[in-house]
C-alpha cells in the first residue's frame, strides 16, 4: 500500500510539475526584452518572487491532488478537472510570455480561476485538506487576475 502511494505522489507531482516546467520554459524563453518595456502597476512584485511562490503553490496543489486521490469518495471527474486546470495554467504563461497578449492571458485567467474555484468545491465534498491546500493557489490566481487587468489598463 505505502508502495502505491509513493508512485502516485510521484506521478502527481511530475504531472504537476510539468505544468510548471512548461511555463518556466516559456517565461525564460520569451519574457525579454518585452516584460522590461511594459508598464507595470506599482504593486507589481519583484521578479524574484515568482519562482519560489510558484514552487511552493504547485507542490501544494500535487499534495491536494494526491490526498484527493487517496480519498474514499473520489471521483474520477475531479482528477480530469485538475488536469484540464494544469493545461489552463500552463497556457497563460504561453499566451503571456510567448504571444505577447495580455488580453487573451487575461481570459484564460478567468478560466483557471473558475476551475480551481471548481476543484476547491469538489475537494471540499471529499477531502477538507485537499480544499485547505488549493486556497492560497486561488488567492494567488486573484492577485495575478489583479496585475493582469492592471496591465491591460496601462498598456
Known amino acids: 500500500m505505502l508502495k502505491n502511494k509513493i508512485i502516485s505522489f510521484v506521478l502527481f507531482a511530475t504531472v504537476t510539475y510539468s505544468a510548471s516546467v512548461i511555463g518556466a520554459l516559456a517565461t525564460i524563453g520569451f519574457k525579454e526584452p518585452w516584460y522590461s518595456s511594459i508598464t507595470k502597476p506599482s504593486f507589481s512584485p519583484p521578479d524574484w518572487i ?51 497578449n495580455i488580453f487573451l492571458a487575461f481570459l484564460v485567467l478567468i478560466v483557471l480561476i473558475v476551475l480551481i474555484i471548481l476543484l476547491i468545491v469538489r475537494f471540499k465534498r471529499v477531502n477538507m485538506l485537499s480544499y485547505y491546500l488549493m486556497i492560497p493557489y486561488l488567492l494567488w490566481c486573484c492577485f495575478a487576475l489583479t496585475l493582469n487587468i492592471n496591465l491591460i489598463l496601462l498598456n
Open 50 to 100: 515568482f519562482a519560489p511562490v510558484w514552487t511552493t503553490l504547485y507542490l501544494m496543489m500535487t499534495i491536494a491532488i494526491w490526498f484527493f486521490w487517496h480519498s474514499k469518495n473520489k471521483d474520477i471527474n475531479t482528477i480530469y478537472i485538475y488536469l484540464i486546470h494544469l493545461i489552463f495554467n500552463t497556457t497563460w504563461s504561453v499566451v503571456f510570455f510567448v504571444f505577447h
